[in-house]
């Protein structure tokens, strides 16, 4: 087994009487060579590192309870292996029972790799996804719709029936039966979105979730709740699966795979109804967002704007931020006063970016990881600024979806407008770069239109 223990004290013991393998095996263990239910803690540090996620056995998800507290055990406890430590287990499970537990493993297996992204790739790896019987058998039988069941319901008979003969030992007959649950494992691992796994993100910036139909200034900026909610189940109907900051930092750090195609949400500003969509639309369909706060403007209302006219609008107040990491927002910074960085000197930028960090952290919330430019407005020096600043990322307005080539302090990211509704979205989402380009034609098609019935007109 292996001694799981805190600097100084032992924490408990995990069985594994394969001292051979160990040996060979060399070096400090580490969250891939502990896969195992057979472990024993004490409980101190079982309740320290919050005991067993009960949601890994729910109705629809099965096993890597026992994974997940192996990580969570590593990342603060030291571990070594105890030769004297031995378990006994005789677990005997039916081909039923087996085959019904093969989409929920899938479902398990999402639930670790959402929970822990940086195991991402070499979890799938693991379970066997750059082997060729995946890539040649698995993967192209889970592609064809209800194939994978018709095999597992053909399976599961012949392996009963066979248990009860001298098939029983047939290396045929097991191999067809454990191909069967492993079809049906991929099949599940697809449609849950994540086989094959995606390798690019797409960011949707939107700002107010309300509707500003009566601000001529400001309303395309504003996304009535009823059209935002439209979007979110567009999404979803169209095969888009949200991830959270937490895993799209992983990403850009290289150390983590996506779910095929990724949909990050962000919103700038944080206007004062931030919260509210938060609790009562993201959260119970479990979408984690990033939202980028003004940090120091004492009116808390957007006074960058006024400038264009039209009435104030309420942004959060400090402690209503504070707020939104309980609903799985996290927070990242606009600036303190949401002023063009490409329009300050040296000491006004830091004292923007240094300055916004102080007031996050002041509100007791995690050092802020994301920036968003004010204005989108960004070239050399102010991207170098938020570099320097040590943000892990920064984020513009161009057109596009996040991969690995991109500018990790100027990431494109699709801003949502109003009249981003029916084919408009769905196009701007599925290409955005096409509908950027059509987008300026359409607009400079009006333009000539304009000016050529003013010439006929008289009027030009």
């Not at 026992?66 to 990342?75: F, M, P, Q």
């Not at 479990?286 to 704007?305: C, K, M, P, Q, R």
Request: proline share 5%.
């Amino acid at each position: 087994g292996d001694v799981l223990r805190d600097p100084g004290s032992p924490a408990g013991f995990m069985s594994d009487s394969n001292e051979a393998w160990l040996k060979r095996r060399g070096g400090p263990l580490t969250l891939f060579d502990v896969w195992t239910g057979q472990l024993s803690v004490r409980s101190t540090v079982f309740r320290a590192v919050g005991g067993f996620d009960e949601g890994y056995t729910s109705e629809t998800a099965f096993a890597n309870e026992d994974a997940d507290l192996g990580i969570r055990l590593l990342a603060r406890y030291d571990v070594r292996h105890n030769p004297a430590a031995i378990s006994y287990q005789r677990y005997v499970v039916s081909p039923r029972e087996l085959i019904r537990r093969a989409p929920m493993r899938a479902a398990g297996d999402v639930r670790l790799a959402c929970k822990h992204p940086e195991i991402i790739r070499r979890l799938f790896e693991a379970r066997g996804a750059t082997r060729w019987s995946t890539r040649f058998v698995f993967g192209p039988v889970s592609a064809v719709p209800l194939l994978a069941r018709l095999w597992a319901a053909l399976a599961t008979p012949i392996a009963t029936a066979g248990l009860k003969t001298p098939l029983r030992s047939s290396r045929t007959l097991s191999r067809f039966f454990l191909g069967a649950r492993a079809a049906l494992y991929w099949s599940e691992l697809r449609r849950l979105g994540w086989y094959p796994l995606g390798e690019r993100v797409l960011v949707l910036g939107y700002h107010a979730v309300q509707d500003w139909s009566d601000d001529a200034a400001l309303r395309r900026y504003a996304v009535p709740r009823w059209l935002f909610v439209e979007h979110l189940d567009s999404l979803s109907r169209r095969g888009f699966h949200f991830i959270g900051a937490e895993m799209f930092a992983h990403y850009l750090a290289g150390n983590a795979a996506l779910p095929r195609r990724a949909v990050l949400l962000t919103f700038d500003d944080c206007y004062a109804d931030l919260v509210e969509v938060a609790r009562d639309i993201l959260r119970p369909r479990n979408i984690e967002a990033l939202a980028f706060a003004v940090t120091a403007l004492g009116s808390t209302t957007n006074e960058w704007d006024r400038a264009g006219g039209g009435p104030p609008r309420e942004l959060l107040k400090p402690e209503q931020v504070r707020q939104l990491e309980a609903f799985g927002v996290e927070v990242g910074s606009h600036s303190r006063t949401h002023r063009s960085l490409v329009t300050l000197n040296d000491e006004e930028r830091r004292g923007e970016l240094e300055g916004s960090m102080a007031d996050l952290a002041a509100l007791g919330l995690r050092r802020p990881r994301f920036f968003a430019y004010p204005f989108g407005d960004v070239d050399e020096r102010s991207r170098e600024s938020v570099r320097e600043a040590a943000f892990t990322a920064a984020f513009g307005i161009r057109d596009g979806c996040v991969d690995r080539r991109s500018d990790r302090f100027n990431l494109p990211r699709v801003i949502v407008h109003a009249t981003d509704r029916g084919w408009r979205f769905r196009l701007r989402t599925a290409a955005p770069l096409l509908f950027e380009r059509l987008d300026i034609a359409q607009a400079e098609l009006r333009g000539r239109l304009r000016r050529f019935f003013a010439a006929l007109t008289g009027k030009g």
